[in-house]
């Protein structure tokens, strides 16, 4: 199979991303902030593609790993006072730090001894962020990325420019990591989650692997919490509850977890899900126990079919330029 090149891939995605962009000025604000947040979620469920899809390592805490880039990305702009692009990469320098540290202990978990580790930081970090004043405590901190560009007209909404935001974020991080995992270190993750052992006696150092893997993964999740911040406008324990890191692993199962590009399948997924469900609740007659039951039901159903029916993720012919790197 002849693979595209870089430069073609980044053509095709900037192409997507254009029209996208163009589309946004045809819709609500509402349709905007939606495209926004799953961009983010895009993002966000590549870093898992890319950890447990590719390098076999499982984590339940990667809305923690989004906190702390969100966090980082906030304490900088607000004490430094920065310009928020250059938060946002403070936010993933950070997550990349605390994936590195994490990656360390993890080198030597496997299995659900990892996936408990990481649960247990999704679940303690929150507790954590209300110890210190600096952090906000349970109200958080504001996120003010200020107004649009004024080039861009007074018709230019908020909403809309975070979306252009997200979704160039988004083209950027899937076009690296497209062309990453084409690389050898694609290669040696993928060997590495086949068979850790034969990966070993082959060459492959076991251990460095899994701590790059986990780190270049955290700096992807630590850019989804900046700009996730930034579309939520600030930053606070509830934003990034251990409900986020478990609505991530069902995108990423959704996706088919080692196909790249069903991370947007998965995205859209969840931004539609409260919707559907919030369509369904009303036919139903708007109570409010199936309204605040429906979308964990919608979801589940969802996982059990995608299990049953299309294990690797769902078919996208006309994205092939990211789908997953034929083993």
Known sequence: MKHK???????????????????????????????????????????????????????????????????AAVLCQTHLHIPYPFAFLVGTFAGGVAGFLLGIAAARLRGPYLAGT???????????????????????????????????????????????????????????????????????WRALRAN??????????VGKAKVLAFTLSSCVAGLAGSLFAMLLGLVAPLAFTLTLSFTLVTGAVLAGVSNL??????AVVLVAIPELSNTAAAHFGGSDK??????????????????????????????????????
Do not use: C
């Not at 947040?37 to 989004?66: D, E, N």
């Not at 952090?135 to 861009?152: I, T």
């Not at 590009?261 to 998965?266: A, E, H, L, M, T």
């Open 290 to 327: 199936v309204t605040a039951n429906l979308p964990g039901v919608i979801t589940s159903v969802l996982l059990i079919a995608t299990v049953l029916f299309v294990p690797n993720g769902p078919k996208l012919p006309r994205m092939k330029f990211l789908a997953r790197t034929r083993q």
């Open 261 to 266: 590009g069903g991370s947007i399948v998965g």
């Open 5 to 71: 090149s870089p430069a073609v891939r980044l053509l095709l995605l900037v192409l997507i991303g254009a029209v996208l962009i163009i589309g946004s000025g045809y819709v609500d604000q509402l349709r905007s902030y939606q495209g926004a947040q799953a961009a983010i979620f895009a993002i966000a469920i590549s870093s898992i593609v890319l950890l447990t899809g590719y390098s076999g390592q499982i984590s339940l805490g990667h809305g923690a790993l989004m906190a702390v880039g969100g966090y």
């Open 196 to 205: 850790p052992t034969a990966a070993a006696l082959s060459g492959i150092k």
């Open 118 to 188: 990481t649960l247990a930081l999704a679940v303690g970090l929150p507790s954590l962020a209300n110890q210190f004043h600096i952090l906000g405590g349970e109200q958080g901190l504001l996120f003010d990325v200020g107004n649009p560009p004024a080039s861009l007209g007074s018709d230019f909404t908020q909403y809309r420019w975070f979306f252009v935001v997200t979704v160039i974020a988004a083209i950027l991080v899937f076009w690296l990591l497209r062309n990453l995992l084409s690389t050898r270190y694609g290669r040696r």
